[in-house]
Every structure is written in C-alpha cells, then in structure tokens.
C-alpha cells in the first residue's frame, strides 16, 4: 500500500524508504532482533529446534502486525483496487518462487528475513511485470471515457490545474455551477488522468 500512496511510482518509492529507512528501522527493531536471532540460532543450531522457533516467530510477528495495521491511521484510507490486486496476485507469486528457491538451496536462515524483507524489495520487479497490464487498462479506460465524452457536443468541460487550492476551487465553482445547470465534479481528490477518468465512466 505504500506503493499506492506513491502513485504507483518506483521512484517516489524509492525516495519514500530513503526518506522513512531510520524510522522504520526504529519502529521495526523487535522483527531485525527476531530475525538476527533466527538467523543465528539455524546457523548455529538447525534442525527441528530452529525450524520451531521460525515458526513460532512467524506467527507471534504476523499476529502483531496485523494488530498494529488494524489500529494505525492514514491520512487517505487504503483502498485494495483491482490494480492492487493485480500487484498483489504477482507479489505473491515472486515470494513463493523466492522461498522455493531458499529451500532447494538450503537457506533456511534466510526464511524469516526474506519474509519481512521480500515484499519491500520485490516491489520494483512487480511494477515492472505489471507495467504493461497497467498500461493496457488505463488506455482502454481512456478511450472508454472519451466516448462518452464525444457523444454529447454540448458537454462543457472545466480543467483546474494548479500547485494548491484545486479541490476548494472546484467546490465553489460547483456549488455555484449547480445552481442552474445540471454539472458533475470529480469527487474528493480525483485530479489524476485515472480519477477523471473513473468519474467519468461511472458518473457521467
């Protein structure tokens, strides 16, 4: 999800855990310290004594997270759209290919970090399989909502661009539009080629 909060952008993303690296180490310490300790006690150990520890480590871990993601706030709520899903559905694909690849060579102390690190890392290979998927979607929704617009010559179309101030200005001018024509906004921040898009194949 913080690559959606980064527009889907793996250089955003990238400066996004360049920016938060210190924080989520701080915030994260009790998983590295768990997973330092994972590592250690299979290479040191191994056998069914490390492979229980891992286990129970993954679920105590899992289970806490969970926990903590069910209580923290955002400042947009988290939405799984169908382009997540999509990112989701190879996300998880590359992590079960990752983890076959440790067992067959035998890494097995590389399983619990792999299981917390994976899915930060794995994101620049997903964004680049599903490049194409992506692009494929956006250009038929495009086409879609221009259809829609070409069918009705009288539609007049407002644009506001601008660095702050767009969505205050958008709802004055529709209170103010709407008093005597029927008119149609994007609603909340919908101001990316996508929300107007959306707005229009739906709404319209």
């Not at 917390?116 to 956006?138: N, Q």
């Not at 101030?165 to 029927?182: D, F, H, L, P, R």
Request: aromatic content about 12%.
């Amino acid at each position: 999800f913080i690559f959606q909060q980064n527009r889907y952008e793996t250089g955003r993303y990238r400066t996004w855990i360049e920016d938060n690296l210190k924080r989520l180490v701080k915030e994260n310490r009790f998983y590295i310290l768990l997973i330092l300790v994972n590592a250690i006690l299979n290479l040191v150990v191994r056998g069914i004594v490390a492979d229980v520890v891992l286990i129970v480590s993954l679920v105590i871990t899992t289970f806490m997270a969970g926990f903590i993601e069910k209580y923290r706030t955002y400042i947009k709520p988290l939405v799984c759209t169908a382009r997540v899903k999509r990112q989701i559905a190879v996300l998880v694909m590359l992590e079960f290919l990752w983890t076959l690849a440790l067992i067959l060579s035998d890494a097995s102390f590389l399983y619990y970090a792999s299981a917390w690190l994976a899915p930060w890392l794995l994101i620049w290979p997903v964004a680049g399989i599903t490049a194409p998927i992506e692009a494929a979607v956006r250009n038929r929704y495009l086409n879609e909502a221009k259809q829609i617009l070409a069918k009705d010559s009288s539609l007049i179309r407002i644009g506001i661009t601008g660095s702050f101030g767009k969505t205050t200005t958008k709802n004055i001018m529709q209170a103010m539009v709407s008093e005597k024509y029927n008119s149609l906004m994007t609603p909340a921040s919908y101001n990316t080629p996508m929300g107007i898009t959306r707005t229009i194949r739906e709404m319209l």
